[in-house]
Structure formats: C-alpha cells, structure tokens
C-alpha cells in the first residue's frame, strides 16, 4: 500500500482487510482526468496567495499535464495500491515533479475536492444524459413524419379508447423527454457550483478568490456554506432523480413497443438489428433491446435509493459514508445514456404497419365517444347522447356488427336522432379525429402545428 496523505499522527500501519475494504481506487480512477483539472486550477489559485512561485505552479500544472496525457495508456493503473484517485494523483505528482508536489494540498481538503471532481464529471455526465435525450427525441419526430396521417386506436386501461393520429402519440413521449431536459439542464445548474475553498469543512485558511477560481473551472457561481459543502449530495441525487424519471418514461415506451410489436397486436417491426432469436425455438424474433431498457430500471432506480439511503440521517458534515456515492452514481449515468441511445436506434429502425392499427379501430368502437359528442353537438345533453350512443354500441356488439357497417335507414330506424351525418362518423375514425382541433387535441391540423412546434423547440432544448 502507497503513503497515505496523511500518516504523522498514526504508530500502526493499517489492518490489510480495511485497507482493500476502504479502497477507492477501482471506480473513482472515472475522475482522473477532473481530478488533474481541478488541481491544475488549485495550483493557479495557490500561486495567487503566494504559496506557489510561479516557476512552481508552472511545474506543476506542466506535470500534471504530462500525467493526464499519460493516464490514457492502458493499464495505467494496474497494480495501484492507493487510497483513491486522490492519493494517486499527488502520488503521480510527487513522482514527476519531486518536491515541490509537497506544496500542492496547501489550504486544501479532499472533502471539497471530492466535490469538486464529481461536480466536473457530472458536469460532462448529464450534458451527454441530454445529448443522448435529444437525438431520441429527433428519432422519435422522424418516426412520425414517416407516418404523418396514420390512426392508431388509444388506450385507457388498456383497452381501444379514442382513434389518434400515430404523430400524436409519439409527440407524447417528446413531451415526456421534454421535461426529463429540462430537468436535465436544473440538475446541471445545481452541479456547476464551485465548492474549492470550503476547506475541510470549516474555509480554507488561505484568501483565495473563490470566483476567480470559479471562472476558471466553468462553474457558474461559488457554494456559499463550507459546511454545507462537505455534507451535500444533493447535486448527484438531482442528477439521478432526473435520470430516473428519463428511465420511467423509456421504460413505458419499451413497454408500449414490446406490446404493439407483439403478434397479439402486429403493428409494429422491430428490425433485426434490435431483436434475438431463441436458442430452442427456432420462429421467435425476441424485443431484447426493448426488455433491456424496461430492465435497466431496477438498477437505475436501485442506484438513486441506494445513494438517498446512505445520505439519511448523516450527522454533519463529511462521513466516509459518502464515498458509497460514486458507484450509484456512475451507474445511474451509464445506464441511462445507454438506454437512450438504445431506443434512438430502436426507433431510427423500427417500421409501422398502418392498415393493422386502422383495422382495430375499425373492429371496435372508438367512435362512440365521436358519437355522443355529435349528438350533444346537434342539442341533445350529454348524458343522454352518452346513453345512446352506448344502447347503439351494445347492439353493435349483439347483432355483431362493426361501426363501419350500420347504414343510415338502420341508424335511422335505431334512433331518429341519428341523421345521415353519422354513418361518415361510424365509417372513419378519422371524421371524429377532426374535431379535437384544440391545442394540444390530436386534429390532423393541430398534430400537424404541434410537430412543427417540436422541431423547432427541440433546436432550443
Ligand atoms: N475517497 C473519499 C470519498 O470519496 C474522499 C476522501 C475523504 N476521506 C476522508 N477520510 N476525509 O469520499
């Protein structure tokens, strides 16, 4: 095992087992790179309250320069014995640029610099999480604009509701991943705050121009409590919350997917690309991609409650609890990037068969609710076209006959309130559909409006 960054207080080496029990090193190796930035960042502030000469901070941010370029070889850090990525750093420092490195930790602790690290990380994580949000939400317009007028029948409970218009169910996920974003982009302004100067948890003892610093790494403001600092997690938590809710939302469009691709409904093609087969039977074209984004849910959500857990009841201000943070959260991010670049390619790949969902809506009576408000349209209240247009479903339903099948001497004769305007309205859903021209409503003319309004939103997301 390495020196440890501290070590003059102690008599006893320590116990082997704690020391690989208490080890960093194997995941937070992931902040190498803003560990380096941020400690080049340290040594220009050092250098402003006159720690460092010049000459110094010129060695030492030229060496960890070297150090960042050299940690990209492979097996860099294979046999590190390390406490954490922390300790590794310094320790490459102290070996390139003797000692002067000694000087590098001046005023500083390793309980902001944690913070500071996976605040730049995360950073980069979540601009990534959105990238990622975006290109699906591009694939999700084009896959409407392949389909611009096709009616697929909605669901309530899972049962044919109300015909749509297959752009307007697909511009109910971009709303969805709309506000994943936008939450996104709250988290990053939470994330892009300068914790260095908090010191262990008290400020540092050296006047350093906090903002100056800030200016420096890109953060848009400084922490105003060092305490505060030391004990807070939130920022990852705000990450991972967004992140899950962006999981949630995948996990119902793979389940939406996985449901119409099946043989049961039909309507959608899954290419091969995203499908596997089955080892015994050899007919099977499985929705693996799909099932693995709806799976990954239970590690994403597992990894938010396993970081909210660990932070309950924390007494104030740093505990080595903490440091269960980064695993979590690396997942969190891992996965949830990965499921959205999944999907984009699901969907870039994905075909509709619209004649299938047209024939189901024709086959049941997403109509009836056109029906009633027709009638309460013509002046008959509401509850009473509901109750007629319900008596004329039932007979739909006895007499076994589609909607599309009744003539207007049969409606007629069915009910006198039922004038030759309703067999267009029992023939195609689509006549229905035209009425719901409110904003927001699925109305040929306002999916139409609303599709045009995403592609240019989606520009300012
Ligand atoms: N590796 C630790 C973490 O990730 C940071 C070190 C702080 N350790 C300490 N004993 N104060 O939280």
Redesign the pocket.
């Known amino acids: 095992m390495q020196d440890k960054l501290y070590g003059g207080r102690f008599e006893g080496g320590q116990d082997k087992f704690f020391e690989k029990f208490s080890e960093?090193l194997h995941f937070?190796k992931r902040l190498f790179s803003v560990d380096i930035a941020g400690s080049q960042a340290f040594a220009r502030a050092l250098e402003s309250v006159g720690i460092l000469s010049a000459e110094e901070r010129g060695t030492i941010v030229h060496a960890f320069g070297e150090i960042a370029v050299e940690g990209r070889a492979p097996g860099y850090f294979d046999g590190a014995t390390d406490?954490?990525?922390?300790s590794f750093v310094i320790r490459k420092l102290k070996e390139k640029a003797g000692a002067v490195a000694d000087k590098i930790h001046t005023g500083r602790?390793?309980?902001e610099?944690?913070s500071l690290d996976t605040r730049l990380w995360l950073r980069g994580a979540i601009e990534e999480t959105i990238d990622a949000a975006k290109a699906l939400m591009g694939g999700l317009l084009e896959l409407a604009e392949k389909y611009p007028s096709a009616a697929v029948p909605g669901y309530t409970h899972m049962r044919r509701a109300q015909a749509v218009l297959w752009p307007h169910y697909l511009l109910a996920y971009f709303e969805m991943f709309t506000r994943d974003v936008e939450r996104l982009r709250q988290a990053h302004a939470r994330v892009n705050v300068l914790p260095l100067g908090s010191g262990?948890l008290a400020g540092s003892a050296f006047p350093f121009d906090r903002e100056a610093i800030a200016a420096d790494l890109g953060f848009a403001a400084i922490t105003r409590n060092s305490m505060d600092v030391s004990g807070d997690r939130d920022f990852a938590l705000d990450y991972m919350h967004a992140a899950n809710l962006t999981m949630l939302h995948l996990s119902r469009l793979a389940e939406d997917w996985i449901l119409y691709s099946s043989e049961e409904f039909g309507w959608l093609e899954l290419s091969d690309g995203v499908s596997s087969g089955s080892s015994l039977m050899p007919q099977k074209k499985n929705p693996d991609s799909l099932e693995l984004i709806r799976g990954k849910c239970g590690r994403v959500f597992g990894a938010y409650s396993a970081l909210f857990v660990t932070m309950k009841g924390l007494p104030m201000t740093?505990n080595?609890d903490?440091?269960e943070?980064?695993e979590p959260l690396f997942e969190a991010a891992d996965q949830t990037i990965a499921c959205l670049r999944m999907a984009a390619i699901v969907a870039q790949q994905v075909t509709l068969n619209p004649s299938v969902p047209e024939k189901a809506s024709a086959e049941s009576w997403v109509v009836a609710t056109d029906i009633a408000e027709a009638l309460s349209r013509a002046g008959l209240p509401f509850h009473q076209s509901h109750k007629l247009a319900g008596r004329l479903v039932l007979h739909g339903i006895k007499s076994g006959k589609n909607p599309a099948e009744f003539t207007a001497a049969e409606l007629a004769e069915f009910d006198p309130h039922f004038t030759t305007d309703f067999v267009g309205i029992l023939r195609d859903p689509r006549n229905g559909m035209a009425t719901r021209t409110v904003p927001g409503g699925t109305a040929p003319s306002s999916v139409a409006r609303a599709l045009g309004e995403a592609k240019e939103r989606i520009g300012s997301l």
């Open positions: 960093s937070d406490e954490d990525v922390h602790s390793r309980n610099q944690v262990a740093y080595r903490m440091q943070d980064k």
